[in-house]
């Protein structure tokens, strides 16, 4: 992995062989060479870009109101802390409130150190095992059958028996190799799963702080309008009172107004339920509420948005590198099961001594010891190994199909968080454009009703579609927000190549942010 070393968290177990080479030497064999493939990464697709053609940049259009524009920077890497590029500092603590706190990653954490643990104890294989016995015990005899110490008969007496057990069993074809190479792999993909996790998890903090600044927004929107329609049911009123106005025009005003209010509650809940979740991806229970707030007014739409290359793409995207690391391991585990079909020789042997007392353990004539070896060869068990092999050979061919297929993934994510972008500073131009005709209108619209100048029916339209209008906006605005933030995600984020296990927080979430993207010249 690029950021988090696995000899880091392997420590000085670390140094065995990690690859099919010399593994051992023992009395009878010098062991080389490993069964099995040998794992080759897939090469990065042979393609420039994520869309035919050139990479246009977002273009509104000309003519019409003027709002933020954006621009792609082809070939630039996405910044660590890339949502420092909203410019809010309350979602910057926010983002290092999750990282710290959040559970998620927390477990992410700990399914590395189970994966690694167990890569360490398979490598305790390449080396002898080694074992210490002892064992007492008190036994009786008859006259028949003999005479005890010091020519007792019947006898009664204690045997002490102490001994090592040794046993080595050599990695001739290299199966254990292959079985460490297999958890290496195993806990490489937990290493993806927590830089995965992690860019989740800014990403849905993010994206929920979006959502809650534009439910803010939808909910002052809708209020304004409630304020207008006030105003015009109360010009209404004075004007039934004055004999100028019917009371069916009351009534519809009253019917619009109702319909208004209408819309706070369902705003108002959906706001209550994204603060709580915001509060649970910062790691809180729902009743420690967070401290920040958001508002679309005090998030700045980043205005350079890197597009790093597709060969960088398949390097830095959490999945894909993951999805590389399951391939690894299947090929891996072809080697073990290749292994399983061949000979197996085992070393064994065992040192100690026995007495009738523990103080004549140690004393001439009570030792033993014992040396063999034994080999082993499977010739008929049904075809088991066979079709275990041949599964491990189909399981290599399903995860090279599930790495296309993520890979295929992450070109379609990115992709469309472009084609994103380039139709949603369209839509925003025409969104502006749509609440500013309406909000004329409708003072148009105001100014005639004080007058007398104009029926209902002209006034709940003209009131409706600037509410339409205006709550639509606040959408569009949120939606290019949010889909700014999809394509950071889609990137594959900004993981920093030094970062390193233990202290990968304060990395990543270091307080010097990579510089944002400067357009080209």
């Not at 008190?138 to 010091?150: H, K």
């Amino acid at each position: 992995m690029r950021c988090i070393r696995r000899n880091h968290l392997q420590g000085p177990a670390s140094v065995a062989s990690k690859h099919c080479g010399v593994v051992g030497a023992t009395l009878f064999f010098i062991l080389s060479g490993c069964v099995g493939p040998n794992f080759v990464p897939p090469p990065a697709p042979a393609v420039d870009g994520y869309l035919p053609g050139k990479l246009a940049s977002p273009d509104p259009g000309k003519g019409g109101p003027s709002v933020a524009g954006q621009h792609f920077i082809t070939g630039a890497d996405v910044s660590a802390r890339w949502w420092a590029a909203f410019r809010s500092e309350p979602l910057n603590d926010l983002i290092r409130q999750a990282v710290e706190h959040n559970p998620t990653l927390q477990s992410a954490e700990a399914a590395i150190r189970v994966a690694n643990f167990n890569a360490l104890a398979q490598r305790g294989l390449w080396f002898p095992q080694v074992g210490a016995e002892y064992s007492p015990a008190l036994q009786q005899i008859s006259g028949a059958s003999g005479s005890g110490p010091d020519g007792q008969s019947p006898a009664v007496f204690a045997l002490h028996t102490a001994q090592l057990n040794i046993s080595y069993v050599p990695d001739v074809w290299g199966g254990n190799a292959r079985a460490v190479e297999n958890l290496d792999a195993v806990t490489e993909q937990s290493l993806f799963q927590l830089e995965a996790a992690y860019l989740a998890l800014t990403s849905n903090v993010v994206t929920a702080a979006i959502q809650e600044a534009s439910l803010r927004g939808q909910i002052e929107a809708t209020q304004r309008v409630i304020v207008i329609e006030r105003h015009s049911l109360d010009i209404l009123k004075r004007q039934q009172q004055a004999g100028s106005a019917a009371q069916a025009d009351v009534l519809a005003q009253e019917a619009a107004l109702a319909a208004a209010e209408e819309l706070l509650p369902p705003l108002q809940k959906q706001l209550a339920q994204q603060r709580d979740l915001l509060t649970s991806l910062a790691g809180q229970l729902s009743s420690d509420e967070i401290m920040q707030k958001f508002d679309l007014a005090h998030l700045k739409l980043p205005a350079n948005l890197p597009v790093s290359l597709p060969s960088t793409l398949v390097d830095r995207r959490p999945d894909v590198r993951a999805a590389e690391a399951n391939m690894h391991s299947a090929s891996a585990l072809i080697g073990v099961a290749i292994a399983a079909r061949l000979p197996n020789f085992t070393i064994s042997g065992n040192v100690g001594a026995t007495a009738f007392n523990i103080a004549d353990l140690f004393t001439p004539g009570t030792n033993f010891y014992f040396i063999g070896a034994a080999a082993t060869q499977p010739i008929f068990d049904g075809f088991t190994l066979y079709y275990k092999q041949k599964a491990a050979e189909a399981a290599l061919e399903q995860a090279e199909a599930q790495y296309r297929s993520t890979v295929i993934t992450a070109f379609q994510n990115v992709a469309d968080a472009l084609r994103a972008l380039q139709a949603d500073a369209r839509a925003m131009k025409a969104a502006v454009h749509a609440e500013d005709t309406a909000k004329a209108s409708l003072d148009i619209v105001q100014k005639q009703l004080q007058e007398g100048q104009v029926n209902q029916l002209q006034l709940l339209n003209a009131q409706q579609t600037y509410l339409n209008a205006v709550v639509v906006r606040v959408q569009t605005e949120a939606t290019r927000f949010a889909d700014t933030a999809a394509l950071f995600m889609a990137l594959g984020g900004g993981w920093p190549s030094t970062c390193t296990s233990p202290v990968w927080r304060d990395c990543a979430m270091g307080e010097v942010a990579t510089p944002p993207p400067q357009p080209k010249s």
